[in-house]
Every structure is written in structure tokens, then in C-alpha cells.
């Protein structure tokens, strides 16, 4: 009977029991693959004749490394590449010796269930890695030569314990340089697998399942230049290929066997070769770079799609916006025809006494009034969003402006027994504007106050400099605003006042304090309410000193 350390050989452990053991790595099987890619690249670019020894996980993308060395006719190589089927693998599981644990049979189909799924799965992987995926396995299990004649190829399906079944390892002897690449395939994964189908099962989230995969499938890798460790590892390769009881292939495995003194000969006297240090440096270095392009690339791409999202979600929420406003003027325009269709059927009625004729003769008036200004106002907005950003602003005096718009109101404020007058000094420095801007702003806001003040009240117009900015204030004595409506009276169509003794005459579309603030936000300026129930109101507007200088750079 064979001892335990025959029977199942664990090369990874072999390394690590040496008196400087290097530091394993937990790496993807993706990048265990491309450092298999590397030492085959240098063995090709450098024209390095070699001994190599192979254990890989099964499919064409990692055999195609393999064919890669082989059909290079640059210099001789002697490739020793391990194997092993999964029917290999059934047969070859036997009860552990006596006082040592036994491994039961359910134990050992979730082993080779996890041996089968892991390959396909690091094949899987790799192949995003490597275009090249020629089959180099015929039908018989063994590698075909190739018509590089210097390149002897030898398969060895070696029938191994549990151990070396979860380990994968590329081993270079040559005069210049001789590594190991070792990587270790841990046994928790079983738990793993198991975790994940419980997942499965209770429902888990996809991307939380698709996390532990990724964990699951990590490898303990090494990769040293160390004599030391890798005469261990040959050792045990030595151990294996004597443990083995494949028959098949008796043959092969016996003279490698007799012969093995000269085939690891190059093991004795380990160098490396400065060169190929720097050959290596310089290629990881490369790597480096490409994975640092291919980084910059993806968060260029990042940074590109998180800014058409948020283009994405201005448009839609424009389009709310723009939804919004034609079920408001929608709604706005019918509720004066539907008061003039009232009034004009009342008006045919022949009992219609003169006094209730002219009053629904004045509504027809007021509704009309009132539709003709919802209409005004729809297209000052309309005609606002359609003007492009970059308009030209001039330097406008308020002395200029103010006084020709009170003027005009003046007849209004009258007729209402209002008191309307207006401060703006002489000496104030012009604003940046546009000349319209300013009168639609300050006759809004002066149609505002009256509007919405009882008869015997005031509204005044006062300006005066306020830093580099010149504040103009609309203040009246009406009826006032409440505090929960001050943060909205801006917003288009809300109407958070009512006019004096119940005047619905005078409710308007609701657009005019929405317009100013558009028209000062074009223009630089701001504007804000202040206001008490009972009490009156003041709307402060902000106006940019115009600098010349500015306007020159804009």
C-alpha cells in the first residue's frame, strides 16, 4: 500500500513548506491565464530552448497556449503536459487507508462536480482572453505533432489523488531563466457552489449571485524562480507520475521515469538571466499600461453615459414641464368660454330685465379681457423659450423707463381711487437689459399691486443702488399674501391672492410674476416677495450694474 504523501501529492503545499515559502496570490482564473500567456510569449520572442511542464484546466483556449509553444519552430522545446478525464478521475477515487478519514461518495461527485463545472468555467473565462482556440486533442486523448520536428511533445494522463486534481501549474527549465506558475483551486469552493444553489433557491438576487461567483472561482497562486521551490515541485510531480495507475500510457511514464535524472538536469544549476528579468519587468509593465488605457477608456465611456443620462433626464423632465403648461392653458382658456357661453344663453332669455342684461354683457367684456391676456401671456412665455440664450444686453437707465410706465397706469389707478407714484433717482447707474425687458417687468408688476389693492390704497416704485446691483421695489397696501403661498406665487398659473371684495374680474392667468422672473433670470437679476396678510406685499428686483467691460467679453 503507497503512503499518504504518494498518494495525494498537493504540489502547493510542497512549495509552501519550504524554509521561504512565497506569498500565494488570490487571482482570477482570467489572470492566471495571462500569466500563462507571458512566460509562453517570452519563451517564443526570446528563442529560449526549454523543458516544460503543464497542468492546465481543460479547453481549447488553454490548449491553444500549449499549441502555441509547440507549432513554434524559433527553438526546441520538450513539453510534458499532465491530463486527466473526468472518467480517469471517477476511477481513480478510492477509500482512504485505514485510520486515515474516508472520503464518502456523495462527497466525491460534488468533488468532481466542482472539478468539471471549474474548468468550463475558467475556460469560459480565458477564452475572452485569447482568440486562438485550435482543438489539439484528437479523438484518442494525445497530442498531435506538429511540424516544428525540434519540439517533442510527450501527454501524460496521469492518474492522481484528490489533491494535485485542484491544482494547475506551468514549471520552465532552461539555461537562462526556469520558473513555477502554481495555482491552487482551494476546497471551500464546494461550500460555494452549495451557498449559491441555496441562493438559487431562496430567490437571491442575480447580481449578489453573480459577486460570489466571481469570488468562489479565486485560485492561491505562486509564482517563484526559487531553485529550492522548484526542485520541491519536481519532487512532487516525481511522487505523482509514480503513484499513478494508469496503464495506458505505462510506457511514456516509465521511460521519463529511468530518464528522469537527465530530464530535470537543467533543475541543478538555476539562473536568471538578467535580460529576462528586464524582459519580464517591461512586459508587465506594458500590461500595466494597457490595462491603464482600457481603465481611461471605460471612465471616458462612464463619465459619456452619466452625462446623456442627465441630458436624458433634463429633456423628459422638459417635456413634463411642457406637458404641464398646455394642460394649464387648456384648462385656463376654457374656463372664459364656458363663462361667455353661459352668459350669451342667459342673454336670450326675453324676460332679460336691463339691469341683468348689462351685467352679463359686462362678463362677456371681463372674460374676453381675460382670455385675450391668458393669450398674451402664453406667447411672452412661448416667445421667451424660443429666444436664444446669447441675447445682447444694453445699458438701460430706469429714469428712462419707470416713469413713462406709471404714467400709463395712472388712469387705472384713478378709476380704482388708488394713490401710484414712483422714486428712481437721477444718478443711478444704468442696468444690464434690454429696453422691452425692463417695461414688461416693472408694467407686471405694477398691474400686480393694483390689481390686488382695495381703493384708497398706495403702490409705490422705488430703485436706489444696492452694491453692484440696482434694486427696484413694487410695494403696495393690498390685500397681501400668505406665508405658505409666498414660495409659489412665481410658479405659472397659481393664483394664491384673491382680488378685493371678491372682484373675479380682475383674477388674471396667473403668468405675469412668472414671465418677470423669466425675463430677469435672461438678464442677470432676481427677483423676491415679501408680503402679510391683511397687509400688502413688496417685490424686490435685482438688476446687475451694466460694466462694459463684461458685456465686451460676453
Keep these: 500500500m503507497k503512503s499518504s504523501s504518494l498518494r495525494d501529492v498537493s504540489l502547493y503545499e510542497l512549495a509552501l513548506s519550504t524554509d521561504n515559502p512565497p506569498h500565494p496570490l488570490q487571482l482570477s482564473p482570467s489572470t492566471f491565464k495571462s500569466l500563462v500567456t507571458q512566460f509562453v510569449d517570452l519563451l517564443i520572442n526570446q528563442h529560449i530552448s526549454a523543458t516544460v511542464w503543464m497542468k492546465l484546466p481543460r479547453g481549447d483556449v488553454w490548449e491553444a497556449e500549449l499549441g502555441r509553444l509547440r507549432r513554434s519552430s524559433a527553438a526546441p522545446h520538450t513539453i510534458y503536459a499532465f491530463s486527466q478525464s473526468s472518467s480517469s478521475a471517477r476511477s481513480q477515487i478510492r477509500p482512504e487507508p485505514e485510520g486515515e478519514p474516508e472520503m464518502h461518495s456523495q462527497e466525491m461527485e460534488s468533488e468532481m462536480h466542482s472539478q468539471e463545472m471549474f474548468d468550463s468555467i475558467t475556460s469560459l473565462e480565458a477564452q475572452l ?6 482543438a489539439l486533442i484528437d479523438d484518442q486523448g494525445i497530442i498531435p505533432m506538429t511540424s516544428a520536428e525540434s519540439t517533442r511533445s510527450v501527454f501524460l494522463p496521469i492518474q492522481s489523488e ?12 532552461s539555461d537562462r531563466f526556469s520558473v513555477l506558475l502554481l495555482a491552487h483551486r482551494p476546497r471551500s469552493m464546494r461550500r460555494y457552489l452549495a451557498g449559491e444553489q441555496d441562493a438559487s433557491e431562496n430567490g437571491t438576487d442575480a447580481n449578489a449571485a453573480a459577486e460570489g461567483s466571481d ?25 505523482a507520475m509514480v503513484s499513478s495507475t494508469n496503464t495506458e500510457h505505462r510506457e511514456e511514464l516509465s521511460s521519463l521515469l529511468e530518464n528522469w535524472a537527465t530530464v530535470i538536469a537543467p533543475a541543478e544549476n538555476l539562473q536568471v538571466s538578467p535580460d529576462i528579468l528586464n524582459h519580464l519587468v517591461m512586459q508587465q509593465i506594458q500590461v500595466q499600461e494597457d490595462i491603464w488605457h482600457g481603465a481611461a477608456e471605460d471612465r471616458r465611456k462612464a463619465e459619456t453615459a452619466t452625462s446623456l443620462q442627465m441630458e436624458n433626464e433634463e429633456l423628459q423632465n422638459a417635456l413634463r414641464l411642457k406637458n404641464e403648461f398646455l394642460t394649464n392653458v387648456g384648462q385656463e382658456l376654457r374656463t372664459p368660454l364656458s363663462s361667455m357661453k353661459t352668459a350669451l344663453t342667459l342673454l336670450e332669455s326675453p324676460n332679460m330685465r336691463p339691469p341683468q342684461r348689462q351685467r352679463y354683457m359686462d362678463l362677456l367684456t371681463q372674460e374676453c379681457d381675460r382670455q385675450g391676456s391668458l393669450i398674451t401671456s402664453v406667447l411672452s412665455l412661448l416667445q421667451l423659450e424660443d429666444t436664444d440664450d446669447d441675447t445682447t444686453l444694453v445699458p438701460i437707465n430706469l429714469a428712462d423707463v419707470v416713469p413713462g410706465v406709471v404714467s400709463t397706469y395712472q388712469p387705472l389707478a384713478q378709476e380704482k381711487g388708488l394713490m401710484l407714484a414712483y422714486t428712481v433717482p437721477d444718478d443711478l447707474p444704468p442696468v444690464a437689459c434690454t429696453t422691452h425687458w425692463i417695461r414688461q417687468i416693472i408694467i407686471n408688476l405694477i398691474h400686480n399691486s393694483i390689481k390686488f389693492t382695495r381703493q384708497g390704497g398706495q403702490v409705490w416704485v422705488r430703485a436706489k443702488k444696492q452694491g453692484d446691483y440696482v434694486q427696484v421695489e413694487v410695494r403696495d397696501t393690498g390685500v397681501g399674501i400668505s406665508q405658505a ?3 409659489r406665487v412665481f410658479e405659472r398659473f397659481y393664483r394664491g391672492r384673491h382680488t378685493p371684495n371678491n372682484d373675479t374680474s380682475g383674477s388674471g392667468a396667473g403668468l405675469g410674476l ?12 432676481s427677483v423676491s416677495a415679501r408680503s402679510k396678510v391683511g397687509e400688502g406685499s413688496t417685490f424686490i428686483v435685482l438688476l446687475e450694474v451694466y460694466q462694459k467691460d463684461k458685456a465686451s467679453d460676453e
Design 215 to 239: 469570488r468562489k472561482h479565486l485560485l492561491l497562486t505562486l509564482c517563484s524562480f526559487d531553485a529550492t521551490i522548484i526542485q520541491k515541485v519536481l519532487t512532487g510531480i516525481h511522487m
Design 514 to 525: 412668472s414671465i418677470v422672473q423669466q425675463l430677469l433670470l435672461r438678464c442677470g437679476g
Design 129 to 134: 482572453m485569447s482568440a486562438e482556440t485550435d
Design 162 to 173: 484528490v489533491q494535485l486534481r485542484r491544482e494547475y501549474f506551468m514549471l520552465i527549465l
Design 485 to 487: 403661498d409666498i414660495p
